[in-house]
Each structure stands twice: as structure tokens, then as C-alpha cells.
């Protein structure tokens, strides 16, 4: 770790700057970087917490971002109290390098008050590293145990709401496409059914796949290395165009790979399937697609 740190010439520009600030009292770094074999790549971000004396300097004045480097755009959380201590973040995309710098400045007791706890809060059992720490904030803190956000095996219950709450968006594509309302269609189509509830039950074959040990990543950006091949073609076939027709196919092949999915991830859960909902929604859903306009 010490050799990362001291050749990473980002993370020794932030230590500088961090240790001319009175008011910056720790510095740590976050998420993938400090994963042990984790994959890095040209737009791999920097997950930066810096505890403070006051967040508020640094919410109302935003030139300190230009610090480290000429800035491009910033996404911007408000401000928010956790556990009593403020805190907010700065997503901050730079123009040179690709450097994107994902910033959380929150009050130091937040460090103080997570080094007393038995467990860490995801955010830091995901991995970090203790760059900066001028008051010894996180003496205490317990060691990552790198599972944080590895998906657990769903309740029944948790499997059947998904398949009801899946299906019942369903007939909200198929209200869409038939006023021929492209944005909404899109929306419940493509976000909603796939990208909310075909990429919870993906996770979920992941997790069996891999013995509940693996996380997807973030917006399951992680999936295609570990969901079937042919799996994956399906759901790729299930993006098109702004056509009406090829939509109303989209939805329908969505609702088959969901069911083929659900189906086999409930035989390795032990839930049944509710196929006679299933049936009864798929009438519903050509019944729409059938009726005439006037």
C-alpha cells in the first residue's frame, strides 16, 4: 500500500494540500482502489473522505476543487446529517487525464463516532486507506472486510414482490405503447423492468453463481463477467430503437428472459414461481397491444 501511495502522484498532490489545511484533519480514500486485485482502468476514479473542522467553507466556495486541476463539471449532493455530522459530496470530472475525483467532506466526529462502532458503514468496509490523519481519528477503525454490497440470498417474500412489482410495471410499458407515449415506454421499459428488476435477479444468479461472494458493482456494471453468455445476448436483444412495433417486441422478449431468470433463480432458492400470474398478466399485456386505437 505504502508503494501505491507514495508512486501515485494524484494521491501525493492530495496530501499536500490536505496537510497545508488547518481546517482538513484526516484524509482517506475509498472504494476500488483499495480493493485488493481490483481492476483499474484510464477512467478508475478517486473515492476521497476528507473530515473537516467545517463542511461549510467548502459547500460555499467551490474553488478549492480547482486545487487539482482545471475543472470540467460537478455533480453536487446537498448537505446532510448523519449520526449528528454533517456531510455532502462534490463529484467532480477534470478536463486533463481523465481524472474524476469523487469527493465526501464530512465533520471529523463522523470518524470519531465510526472508529467506536463494532462494524464499519459500507462506504468503508467497500475498502479505504488512511492517507492523512493529524488527530488519530481512526485509531479504532475496524479493518474492511471487502463485502460490502456483495448481494445475500432474497427472502421469498423479497422474490415474490420483485416478480409482482415487475409485472405490474409491465402495464404501465404496455399503457405506454399503445398511447404511443415513446419517453414513458422507454422509461418503464428500459429502466424499470431491466435495468431495475432483470439486474436484481441477475445479481441474485450471480450470487449463487459465485457462492454469494461477489459484487456486481455499481448500476451492475460488473454483471456481464459473470452472467451466462446467452443470458446476456438476450437482454442486449431487448434494446431498440424508437419504432412501435419493435418495442412492443422488446417488452414481450423482456418479460421472457425475466421469467426464464426468475424461474431458475427460484429453483436454486426454493420459491415457486407464480406462473399463473404470470399467465394471466401476459393475456392483459396482448389484449392491450391489441386494441384499436379509435
Not at 418495442?247 to 407464480?274: K, S
Request: charged share 25%; aromatic share 12%; with cysteine.
Amino acid at each position: 500500500m505504502n508503494d501505491l501511495i507514495s508512486n501515485d502522484r494524484v494521491i501525493q498532490h492530495l496530501l499536500k494540500w490536505a496537510e497545508q489545511r488547518e481546517s482538513v484533519r484526516a484524509v482517506l480514500l475509498t472504494s476500488t482502489r483499495t480493493m485488493p486485485g481490483a481492476s483499474l482502468d484510464p477512467f478508475s476514479d478517486y473515492d476521497v473522505i476528507l473530515a473537516v473542522t467545517d463542511i461549510h467553507p467548502f459547500f460555499e466556495d467551490r474553488g478549492w476543487l480547482g486545487d487539482f486541476g482545471p475543472v470540467l463539471v460537478v455533480y453536487r449532493d446537498p448537505i446532510r446529517v448523519e449520526h449528528g455530522c454533517e456531510r455532502f459530496a462534490y463529484i467532480t470530472q477534470y478536463e486533463t487525464d481523465r481524472l474524476k475525483i469523487d469527493f465526501t467532506v464530512m465533520q471529523a466526529e463522523w470518524l470519531h463516532h465510526t472508529a467506536g462502532s463494532p462494524s464499519l458503514p459500507d462506504e468503508l468496509d467497500v475498502g479505504y486507506w488512511v492517507l492523512l490523519d493529524k488527530d488519530n481519528l481512526t485509531d479504532g477503525l475496524q479493518p474492511p472486510t471487502y463485502t460490502a454490497y456483495i448481494p445475500t440470498p432474497p427472502t421469498e417474500e423479497a422474490y415474490l414482490e420483485l416478480i409482482e412489482v415487475f409485472f405490474h410495471d409491465a402495464t404501465y410499458a404496455a399503457k405506454h405503447l399503445w398511447r404511443g407515449d415513446l419517453l414513458p415506454a422507454k422509461q418503464s421499459i428500459d429502466c424499470v423492468l431491466k435495468f431495475k428488476k432483470i439486474r436484481q435477479l441477475l445479481e441474485w444468479q450471480m450470487g449463487f453463481d459465485t457462492g454469494w461472494s461477489i459484487k456486481a458493482g455499481a448500476y451492475g456494471k460488473g454483471l456481464k463477467k459473470y452472467v451466462h453468455p446467452e443470458i446476456w445476448a438476450a437482454l442486449g436483444k431487448t434494446y431498440v430503437g424508437a419504432g412501435s412495433e419493435e418495442n412492443w417486441n422488446a417488452l414481450f422478449e423482456t418479460v421472457e428472459l425475466f421469467r426464464h431468470v426468475a424461474i431458475t433463480v427460484g429453483e436454486h432458492l426454493g420459491y415457486a414461481y407464480p406462473h399463473d400470474m404470470d399467465r394471466r398478466i401476459m393475456v392483459y399485456l396482448h389484449e392491450v397491444k391489441a386494441l384499436a386505437r379509435d
